[in-house]
Structure formats: C-alpha cells, structure tokens
C-alpha cells in the first residue's frame, strides 16, 4: 500500500500564483502584463460563465509560448526555482511536506500550473509532479496544452491515472480554492486554507 498526500501549489504552498509570478520572472513586468492584459476580456468572460473555464490560461499560453524555444524557457525554470520559488512559499509548508516525507508518506503535487517550471523545483525536494504540460515538438512550444487544465475534476482523473491499479491511501490532500474540493475528498484528511497561522 502506497501512502500518499496530495498539494496544490498556487496559494496553498505559496503565497502566489507561479504562473503569473514565473513570466514575470522569464519576461519581465512590462511583456509579462502585456501579456495578460491582452487576455484579460477572456479571463472576465470565463469569471461569468460565458467562456470556457481554462479558456483564458490556453490564450496566455499561445501568447507567450507559442514558437518559442524549449531550451531556453527550461533555462529560465531553473533559475525561477533557486532564485525565485522560495521566497513564494509560506511558512511552514515545506517543512509540513517534509514531515510527512520523513514518515514514509509519498508527496505529490498536483497543480494547474505546468511543469515547465513546477517540475523542477519538485524534483529538488523529491516529490511527485501531476500538473498541466505545455505541447513541444521537442525544439519549441506548440502553444497549446499538451493535457487538459490540471484543475477541478481534472485533477481527480490525473491523480486516478498517474496511480493506476496501485493501492493507495490518500492520507492527507490539501488546497486552498473550491476547485481543489473534489481532490480533498480523496483523502482521509483534507486541509482547506492551510499554513495561514502564521505570516505569510
């Protein structure tokens, strides 16, 4: 039996999205708002219902990623994960990961962002990565997604995949957004909002 916890990153573990603090960190603030403002009547009409929900996140995506070169966007990843992604974490949530960690518990993220930048730093603290991935032909970005959105119910059916016909026991899951809901239920223990005790 596989014992498992489960982590949303945006907002959970941080103190901020990664998505819009990872281009801000690659482009700079004056391409990086450019670029989201160029996006922002999609993310108002998908706020009322009247898009599709991830349909803002695949426009940004074609935007910003569309053409350009793998290798240097993975160049910038990891220079966001030493310099920038820890100073975005709340207190105490690495060390509650590590916690668990040291009891023999697996620790999986599982997040909307993409791995281009969420892999990495998961790997430096040895845990899993279940996430959005962008599509290259292996040189450039497609600017498409190459999965759908990891958010909602989506994360649900990642997880259920990426396990497959293993046995698990999801432990603890944790979020912080409605849509991290149908991932709480999983777990025995669910943590709504948590590392909120202490300044963030």
């Not at 498992?4 to 959970?12: E, K």
């Not at 935007?63 to 220079?79: D, L, M, N, S, T």
């Not at 995949?161 to 849509?179: C, I, K, M, N, Q």
Request: glycine share 8%; charged share 25%.
């Amino acid at each position: 039996m596989r014992n498992v916890a489960l982590f949303d990153l945006d907002g959970t573990l941080t103190r901020a999205d990664t998505l819009l603090e990872f281009l801000d960190f690659a482009l700079g603030k004056g391409r990086a708002c450019l670029s989201l403002a160029s996006t922002t009547p999609l993310w108002a009409a998908a706020r009322l219902g009247c898009t599709a929900d991830d349909a803002p996140k695949k426009a940004l995506v074609r935007r910003v990623f569309g053409g350009q070169p793998v290798a240097w966007w993975a160049e910038q990843a990891e220079r966001f994960r030493l310099q920038r992604m820890p100073r975005l974490l709340r207190s105490g949530a690495l060390q509650a990961v590590a916690d668990l960690q040291r009891q023999g518990t697996e620790a999986f993220i599982v997040t909307a962002s993409c791995t281009l930048w969420v892999e990495p730093w998961c790997r430096q603290h040895g845990l899993g990565c279940i996430a959005t991935e962008l599509e290259s032909d292996g040189i450039r970005y497609t600017g498409r997604l190459a999965t759908p959105n990891c958010k909602g119910g989506e994360k649900v059916r990642r997880i259920h995949a990426h396990f497959g016909t293993d046995a698990v026991a999801y432990l603890h899951a944790y979020g912080d957004t409605p849509s991290d809901r149908p991932m709480l239920a999983l777990a025995k223990e669910a943590h709504y909002k948590p590392f909120r005790q202490a300044p963030a």
